[in-house]
């Protein structure tokens, strides 16, 4: 059994940037795409990134597409997500997942291992 947890999340202001962290431990071994979700308060859970596992292939949401990147370094079974420009929208509890195969997804039904999630809360 893998398990995921996620770090690097605050508070900041508008216009800043967080990194976030997703470190796998357990049963890591096979190759696997790898991705970021965030669900707002009263709102469903919204795909926001995915990598394969190459990292040679990304897919992100509309909403963050050229302020938000991610990234993983496969020897320390991490994955990462730079976000900056942050805006109040983006304050959420972002998830990291793992997907069933090696390409990249939108989809929640695409991942089997979801980290407790990291809150980012970004004030005005």
């Known amino acids: 059994q893998v398990r995921l947890a996620e770090s690097g999340g605050g508070l900041v202001q508008a216009g800043s940037s967080l990194r976030l962290s997703c470190a796998a431990s357990?049963?890591?071994?096979?190759?696997?795409?790898m991705g970021w979700f965030r669900q707002a308060p009263e709102k469903e859970r919204d795909f926001v990134a995915s990598?394969?596992?190459?990292?040679?292939?990304?897919r992100y949401a509309d909403p963050v597409k050229g302020r938000f990147t991610i990234s993983r370094d496969n020897a320390k079974n991490t994955v990462y997500l730079q976000m900056n420009s942050l805006k109040p929208e983006d304050t959420a509890v972002y998830y990291c997942?793992?997907?069933?195969?090696?390409?990249?997804?939108?989809?929640?039904?695409?991942?089997?291992?979801w980290g407790q999630g990291a809150q980012v809360t970004v004030s005005s």
């Open positions: 997942a793992r997907a069933l195969g090696v390409a990249t997804s939108v989809y929640e039904s695409a991942y089997d291992a």
């Open positions: 990598i394969n596992w190459s990292g040679g292939t990304t």
């Open positions: 357990g049963r890591t071994s096979g190759t696997y795409a």
